[in-house]
């Protein structure tokens, strides 16, 4: 069963912020959104890939921030306590370099999900969420 209209709300329609290491650009960041009407813990994160512009992003260049705290998306798996809100926001930090501004980019996010209160004698649903957006840097 397939939640596809909240799939859209995967990448949240705002701008790409470049990050700032002093006057140093060191990556971009965007807003991503829990694509339920529950949350969930992340430990139920299976797996999160990003593509820019159709270049897919090293998941070692990617900072996952949310509750005030960031971890690498490989860490995503041992947060079983961390939990994220659908109302709440999340961070998706590509370090490298910033984008250029005022410009737009193709952002597409891959996200597979367990759905934590449907495990039945071991056995869990397991959504895969996509969305694809043009988002521009300010």
């Known amino acids: 069963m397939a939640f596809e209209s909240f799939n ?20 971009y960041e965007f807003k991503i959104q829990y694509p339920s009407y529950r949350g969930t ?7 999160i890939t990003v593509k820019v512009d159709g270049k897919l992003i090293d998941n070692g ?6 509750n005030g705290k ?6 995503l798996p041992e947060l079983f306590r961390e939990y994220w809100f659908t109302t709440d926001y ?7 370099s ?11 996010v891959f996200l597979r999900h367990r759905i934590p209160y449907t495990g039945y004698f ?16 300010v």
């Not at 859209?8 to 990556?27: H, M, R």
């Not at 813990?41 to 299976?46: D, H, K, Q, R, V």
């Not at 071991?122 to 840097?137: Q, R």
């Open 8 to 27: 859209q709300l995967l990448v949240c329609d705002e701008t790409i912020t470049n990050i700032k290491a002093g006057n140093q650009e060191v990556g």
């Open 41 to 47: 813990f992340l430990s139920c994160i299976e797996k």
């Open 61 to 66: 260049q990617i900072g996952f921030y949310i």
């Open 70 to 75: 960031e971890v690498l998306i490989d860490e």
């Open 90 to 96: 999340a961070r998706v930090r590509v370090y490298g």
């Open 98 to 108: 910033g984008l250029e501004l005022e410009s737009k980019h193709l952002v597409d």
């Open 122 to 137: 071991g056995n869990y649903m397991v959504e895969d969420s996509v969305c694809t957006k043009e988002l521009e840097v």
